[in-house]
């Protein structure tokens, strides 16, 4: 891994290493610009910091129902918290509602504990849900459980 703040040294400890055979290659990026010249000397990871931060800050600026949130893998997933408000999804049962092919209820917070969720466990208002669900699906998936 080469996470120096200067993209030149992280580059070159990268040449330098792949005569080792080393399994895997990590490096951090300061100038996004430079991530292709990365890739083209074989880098498997290019992580940039402040790409990173940048993302996080527009999904919570974006979705501000939210109340935590976690990003899974490369993006692609995304652990929401949030409170259930929305009129039509207030007094259904989790199997109603979950699981589909974009998203899972995975934990119910009730009376400050996390309560894995059974089927017929009947959603109410102000209640705190954690869900599993695909990044690209994560704005429909709130508009089901809140008031955007």
């Keep these: 891994?080469?996470?120096t703040g200067h993209d030149?040294?992280?580059l070159l400890a990268c040449v330098l290493v792949k005569e080792y055979n080393v399994p895997k290659i990590i490096a951090r990026v300061n100038d996004h610009s430079h991530e292709a010249t990365y890739k083209k000397i074989g880098v498997d990871e290019v992580i940039s910091p402040e790409l990173t931060a940048?993302?996080?800050l527009e999904k919570l600026i974006v979705r501000p129902k939210i109340a935590d949130l976690v990003i899974l893998g490369k993006g692609d997933a995304e652990l929401l918290d949030f409170t259930v408000d929305?009129?039509?999804t207030i007094g259904k049962k989790v199997s109603d509602l979950s699981p589909t092919d974009d998203f899972i209820i995975i934990a119910i917070?009730?009376?400050g504990k996390i309560v894995i969720p059974k089927p017929d466990m009947i959603l109410k208002e102000g209640m705190k849900v954690t869900v599993l669900?695909?990044?690209?699906f994560a704005q429909k998936v709130l508009k089901r459980f809140t008031k955007l």
């Design 109 to 111: 917070h009730e009376k």
């Design 133 to 136: 669900v695909k990044t690209k």
């Design 54 to 56: 940048a993302s996080y």
């Design 8 to 10: 030149e040294s992280n």
């Design 1 to 3: 891994m080469a996470a």
């Design 86 to 88: 929305y009129k039509k």
